[in-house]
């Protein structure tokens, strides 16, 4: 079993927050440096990740439902509460953004030689830690 992939302590976001339609909705670009271990020889590589998404922010989870059916651009987020859960926005963003190829074929002086096709093992959750550390920052301020 491979090693995790280790996050680098280098997660930034902005959110910019802004009226669509006379909704709210907010615009997020997070950035993470990760160490990701490389499908070939589990050599750590670095990797930054860059996400960009956009959310409407409804105020219960009925609104949201609403929106939903009135929105095909945008995802809808239902804010509880005062606070709206960036962690959750950015995080599968950043997952998607995890590429499944570390080492670039030719890179790698450990790549079978004879393999053919994509072999990509199941690298298990290389940002497990993001959430603690995103809300970690959100507490900062
Ligand atoms: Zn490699």
Do not use: N
């Amino acid at each position: 079993m491979g090693e995790l992939g280790t996050l680098l302590d280098a997660v930034t976001a902005t959110f910019v927050f802004f009226q669509l339609d006379g909704k709210t909705a907010v615009r997020a670009d997070a950035s993470a440096s990760v160490m990701l271990p490389c499908q070939w020889c589990e050599e750590r590589v670095e990797r930054e990740l860059l996400v960009h998404c956009e959310a409407l922010l409804a105020e219960s989870e009925a609104q949201a439902s609403e929106w939903a059916v009135e929105s095909d651009e945008l995802p809808v987020i239902a804010v509880v509460g005062k606070t709206f859960d960036a962690a959750a926005l950015i995080e599968d963003e950043l997952i998607l953004a995890v590429p499944g190829r570390v080492c670039a074929d030719s890179a790698c002086p450990r790549r079978p030689s004879t393999s053919y096709g994509e072999v990509v093992p199941d690298t298990p959750g290389p940002l497990a830690g993001l959430r603690q550390l995103l809300d970690a920052k959100q507490h900062e301020k």
